[in-house]
């Protein structure tokens, strides 16, 4: 079963940086895919990045394009989102997850990082 722990959030001012990473306790994740998503208060969880775990091709979200980078560490099993020039819009709390093929997200969410990006 996938434990997915997140971390890495905090509050920083618009035009600041922060780096998030997610780890499944240590353990691989044995998926094709994994994603960084983000759900605003009022808002649906959304997408943001996503990167193929064998060969590392990435995916965005138009609104994180040239911003945010995804990454992937195959020797310590973690995925990392570093973020760059952030926006208050950018305000969420992050959630990484496992993709199919099929680009379903896992059924198992962690508790997510707060993110806090002041104006």
């Known amino acids: 079963q996938v434990q997915l722990v997140e971390s890495g959030g905090g509050l920083v001012q618009a035009g600041g940086s922060l780096r998030l990473s997610c780890s499944n306790s240590?353990?691989?994740?044995?998926?094709?895919?994994m994603g960084w998503f983000r759900q605003a208060p009022g808002k649906e969880r959304e997408l943001v990045a996503r990167?193929?775990?064998?060969?590392?091709?990435?995916a965005y979200t138009d609104s994180v394009k040239g911003r945010f980078t995804i990454s992937r560490d195959k020797a310590k099993n973690t995925v990392n989102l570093q973020m760059n020039t952030l926006e208050p819009e950018d305000t969420a709390v992050y959630y990484c997850?496992?993709?199919?093929?099929?680009?379903?997200?896992?059924?198992?969410w962690g508790q997510g990082t707060q993110v806090t990006v002041s104006s």
């Open positions: 990167i193929t775990w064998g060969i590392g091709i990435t």
């Open positions: 240590g353990r691989p994740f044995n998926s094709y895919s």
């Open positions: 997850n496992t993709i199919s093929a099929n680009g379903a997200p896992g059924n198992y």
